[in-house]
């Protein structure tokens, strides 16, 4: 499959901004996700930005993407200790099959 | 909302039983999905399905197989299960639409022992 990584462990306080980044691969990616996972659950979809933006905000996240470098990101303000979680960056290449393709994964811990 | 459900939320099997996981979604998804999750390797995908008795290998499809008889509805299967396949299980479905956006069950915990 493709290569999407991320960092596995970010750790902030309370109140603080959380920059989760990733990068990707594929260059045709049409759609880029970011999708969160608490504890025991599935995953939720936070938010999605289409390829031919740059930037995109919704209330307290950001998402800026960099399509030269590959290089997406996820900023959360006022971080929340109710934010702590697993947050996924997934990529949808459009062959045939229109799949996602996940990264691995950053666990975010917001310190009281 | 929709909806997604997976029938257990933990299992505990034995080696070399057959084993079933259930999804069912309730919005008229044409596309399901499921995935194995385990710590830092994310989310792989083992077999989707666009259409009913339709399906697709993902990028880890041994040791598992897959059924769709009713477009709600799309069952894993291991037939003869192994300690290596002990993990979490997601099940996601999605329109076939420009974004794709795919909608999680809340995972099955399957233990292998």
């Known amino acids: 499959g493709e290569d999407v990584e991320q960092s596995l462990f970010l750790s902030v306080r309370e109140g603080d901004s959380s920059v989760i980044n990733c990068t990707y691969t594929d260059s045709s990616s049409t759609y880029l996700y970011w999708y969160k996972q608490e504890p025991g659950a599935g995953l939720q979809l936070l938010t999605y930005i289409f390829s031919n933006m740059d930037m995109k905000q919704d209330q307290r996240l950001t998402v800026l993407l960099n399509k030269k470098d590959k290089h997406l990101s996820l900023r959360i303000a006022d971080t929340q200790t109710g934010d702590s979680a697993i947050y996924f960056c997934a990529e949808l290449v459009e062959t045939g099959a229109n799949n996602l393709f996940f990264g691995t994964g950053t666990r975010l811990t917001v310190i009281p | 909302d929709v909806k997604v459900t997976q029938s257990s939320r933990y299992l505990v099997k034995r080696t070399g039983e057959k084993v079933f996981l259930e999804c069912v979604q309730d919005?008229?998804?044409?596309?399901m999905f499921w995935y194995r999750q385990d710590p830092g390797l994310g989310l792989r995908l083992i077999y989707f399905?666009?259409?009913?008795?339709?399906?697709e290998k993902g990028d880890i499809p041994e040791g598992y197989s897959v059924s769709r008889e009713k477009k709600e509805r799309f069952s894993l299967i291991l037939e003869s299960a192994s300690t290596n396949q002990t993990s979490m299980y997601l099940c996601?479905?999605?329109?076939?639409?420009?974004?794709?956006?795919?909608?999680f069950g809340a995972g099955t915990r399957l233990s292998v022992l």
């Open positions: 919005m008229d998804h044409e596309n």
């Open positions: 996601a479905s999605s329109l076939f639409s420009p974004g794709n956006i795919q909608y």
């Open positions: 399905s666009y259409d009913v008795k339709m399906k």
